[in-house]
């Protein structure tokens, strides 16, 4: 029916008839449609699904949650790593409860879950989605063919830890194209920000922010790429023109969207402080959030910026002054994996097995002995504590009292120092009279308590609550002793406005 | 054990000073061999395993006696020096060559997970010595990630795809005939890593798949594990390297010019960074820290 060489026959308008088959050209275009329809389908198939859940879930609109749990994935991709799931399903709890006000939360909490282990596909190998479409191809010949993609996908995080990240297949059809150039994008996106924040419109300014944060993370992304490969092989990467100018730019565009993004923040602040409506503020309150985010990832940005030269200059040391050597080794990348990535799985496989087989090395065979496998066999298995091992009995030694002075010798000098409050006295006047009960240790504990009292403990006494305290003020005078050296201090006892110190606590708190 | 010694033992090339060959020779030989069949043992670390070692450098009438006792059981001697130890490797299909079968049981029966397994290997290989150089130079060391590898292979089936997409391919598989598909589609479409009720890898996604084949080859010697961060960090050693170079690289570009493919470079790097693209499939601590910047 396409068949080019049909020139003579009947000319073409007459056998115009039903035509399903016109040809790749436009079938191209068919499938292009139909690998876009076929992404949504994951998002119907949850609410024809719903039924099948045990309980009553039909008030739920699966679709709405799943389209927002796409678009919070989307806003908390970071530079390093993806958005949290245990995140995203707090964040989507809200929405889910709104519908569905008088459930019980753990149900909600159940609809979120079920509604994102679908979008991530959890029980599939691949953990992801398969559509079969045909196409005709340029032979005439019908085929079906596989569409796999993915809508949220997990990635590593830093520590073993599993994040979440949107496709591009997602974001294409489901969030919308952004498919742009990356620093035009932003810079449209900026003045855009500013004209609706000017304009007062925060709703449409938050979408704007948004938008003005993901391409902040492209941008990044851009600048990684080059590092990871200067560091794999400077000569892949053109450190002489082409990485400056990028980093040049580079740093141009953080210097100039800090101070954008500040000047931003400042008019977004005014806007949430003077705004008298709830919601604006509470826009205003996330934009300035956003805006502080860029601001976080232009920094990031910049301090990889700086980190750019140091490693280059490293790298070409490593990589380029070695001595060249005279045996040149494979070159696996290009001649190996290169090549075989593109080729048809069943003759992939046939240079991945010829590698393997030879690129694993050794393994010593295990040889059973019957007498070995009787004994393994015939071992009881070894239980495991709930509870774990024993706790040893700690074995405990009484430490000797080695402190200098004893618990009386104690008493005995605040007896001493418990003077009245109206009545100081000098210190040499109180060593004396420790000296009377003769015991010469207490004159030196009664020396120590009245040189500690020099710097009474104000705030601990305040915080406390305590009813005086111990002061000792040096006034001039010189201590004639013939033990002790230094001022002969007027020891006292400060009474302290307790209640007064108490209320003030109260108010603090 | 040693029935088949001397099966492929030629005349000695008349050395006349060689005494004949005692029982006590042949038995210390057979250890040295025992020796090299425990790769993660290190020469410099067994004084035994050392002198052994220098005795086959300098007793040629020795040394001919070790390489007969490999070969008998099956092994190839890829070098001998204080450095890599007695590095031996299984020949095909001697009795310790590694199945892929015993290796990954999936892999046995699903032509994808066998070629995924295979793929991580070789991906290994090429992130652990990305220069031609790197592979040639005998004191470079090389060091990956699990995170890192998964990544890079990604980072090429991306490009794979947009190459497509450029020449209007349509490169979705036709669904009866899976063998047919595009080998970097299998791993592109297969997930990077996944959470499980215990918090560990699944087994089958592609990151799973790399920590697998980055483990197994610590068993074998040929890695060193110097780290957890990016899902397990490693260093390469000699022996890795001398696998790689004397006879893994060899073996898969045989196979790649039995298909008919000769790829041709022209001494240009072919690890080339991804065009500038507003995907976002990054991964975390991808950056792959071959060389920290402090280092000579």
Avoid at chain 2, 138 to 147: C, H, K, L
Avoid at chain 2, 195 to 212: E, F, L, N, W, Y
Wanted: proline fraction near 6%.
């Amino acid at each position: 029916m396409t068949s080019p060489a049909s020139t003579d026959s009947v000319p073409p308008q007459l056998s115009a008839g039903p035509r399903p088959a016109p040809g790749p050209a436009a079938d191209e275009g068919l499938a292009r449609r139909l690998r876009a329809l076929a992404c949504t389908a994951p998002l119907h198939d949850l609410d024809a699904r719903k039924a099948n859940l045990a309980g009553e879930y039909s008030v739920y609109g699966m679709a709405e949650i799943a389209l927002a749990g796409i678009d919070l994935v989307t806003l908390n991709m970071d530079f390093d790593t993806g958005a949290d799931h245990d995140q995203i399903v707090a964040r989507l709890i809200p929405r889910v409860a709104a519908q569905a006000p008088g459930r019980p939360a753990a149900e909600h909490e159940r609809v979120a879950r079920w509604v994102l282990e679908n979008l991530i596909n959890v029980g599939s190998v691949d953990r992801g989605f398969r559509a079969v479409y045909g196409t005709f191809g340029p032979d005439g010949a019908y085929v079906r063919r596989d569409y796999d993609f993915k809508l949220i996908e997990e990635v590593p995080g830093p520590g073993g830890s599993v994040y979440l990240r949107t496709t591009d297949e997602a974001v294409n059809v489901l969030v919308g194209a952004l498919d742009t150039d990356v620093t035009s994008a932003q810079i449209a996106a900026e003045v855009k920000l500013e004209v609706l924040i000017n304009r007062g419109r925060l709703a449409d300014a938050q979408l704007a922010a948004e938008q003005a944060r993901y391409r902040t993370v492209q941008y990044s992304e851009t600048l990684r790429r080059a590092l990871e490969a200067t560091r794999r092989n400077v000569r892949a990467v053109d450190w002489l023109n082409t990485v400056p100018d990028m980093i040049a730019e580079a740093l141009d565009h953080v210097a100039d969207r800090y101070r954008h993004e500040n000047a931003i923040l400042t008019n977004i602040r005014r806007a949430r402080d003077e705004t008298e409506e709830p919601e604006h503020k509470r826009r205003a309150a996330e934009l300035v959030d956003i805006v502080k985010d860029c601001i976080r990832r232009h920094t990031q940005l910049q301090s990889r910026l700086l980190e750019a030269g140091p490693l280059f200059r490293a790298e070409q040391d490593r990589q380029a002054f070695a001595t060249p050597l005279t045996s040149s080794g494979t070159d696996l990348y290009g001649h190996l994996l290169a090549p075989t990535l593109p080729l048809p799985l069943e003759q992939a496989r046939r240079v991945t097995d010829a590698f393997f087989a030879r690129g694993t090395g050794l393994r010593t065979p295990v040889s059973v002995r019957v007498a070995d496998l009787v004994d393994l066999l015939l071992t009881p298995p070894l239980e495991r504590e709930h509870l774990g091992a024993e706790m040893p009995e700690p074995d405990l030694i009484a430490t000797p009292d080695d402190s200098r002075f004893s618990e009386e010798q104690l008493a005995a000098a605040m007896d001493l120092l418990d003077l009245p409050a109206d009545a100081p006295r000098r210190l040499s006047g109180l060593l004396a009279e420790a000296r009377r009960t003769g015991d010469s240790d207490l004159a030196y504990l009664v020396a120590l308590l009245a040189v500690h009292a020099a710097s009474p403990p104000v705030g601990t006494a305040y915080r406390q609550g305590e009813q005086k305290l111990l002061f000792a003020v040096d006034d001039g005078t010189e201590l004639d002793d013939p033990e002790f050296g230094g001022a002969d201090l007027v020891v006292g006892t400060a009474l302290l406005d307790a209640a007064g110190m108490a209320a003030d606590r109260t108010e603090a708190a | 054990m040693t029935e088949h010694v001397d099966r492929s033992e030629p005349d000695l090339d008349g050395a006349p000073t060689s005494a004949a060959v005692t029982p006590a020779d042949a038995a210390d030989a057979a250890r040295l061999v025992a020796f090299g069949l425990q790769p993660k043992l290190q020469p410099a670390r067994d004084q035994e395993y050392a002198e052994l070692l220098r005795r086959h450098r300098e007793d040629p009438a020795f040394a001919r006696l070790a390489d007969a006792v490999a070969a008998g059981l099956g092994l190839v001697v890829l070098e001998v020096s204080p450095r890599a130890g007695m590095a031996v490797t299984a020949a095909e299909d001697s009795v310790f060559a590694v199945r892929m079968g015993d290796y990954a049981r999936r892999a046995a029966t699903d032509s994808g997970d066998r070629f995924l397994h295979g793929l991580a290997h070789l991906a290994v290989a090429a992130l652990a010595f990305p220069r031609p150089e790197d592979l040639a130079d005998d004191a470079y060391i090389g060091r990956v990630t699990v995170n890192g590898v998964d990544a890079f292979v990604r980072q090429a089936c991306r490009r794979l795809e947009e190459r497509a997409e450029e020449q209007g391919e349509n490169t979705d598989p036709a669904t009866d005939a899976p063998g047919l598909e595009a080998a970097w589609r299998i791993w592109a479409r297969r997930s990077a890593t996944g959470a499980t009720k215990d918090a560990r890898r699944p087994a089958a996604s592609t990151t799973g798949i790399v920590a697998k084949a980055l483990a197994f080859l610590t068993d074998s010697g040929f890695l060193q594990r110097t780290g957890d961060e990016s899902g397990g960090t490693y260093r390469t050693t000699a022996r890795y390297q001398l696998q790689v170079r004397d006879l893994a690289g060899a073996a898969a570009m045989a196979e790649l010019l039995d298909l008919g493919i000769v790829p041709v470079t022209d001494g240009t790097p072919s690890l080339l960074p991804a065009e500038d693209s507003d995907d976002l499939e990054l991964v975390a601590d991808a950056g792959l820290p071959f060389h920290a910047p402090t280092q000579p």
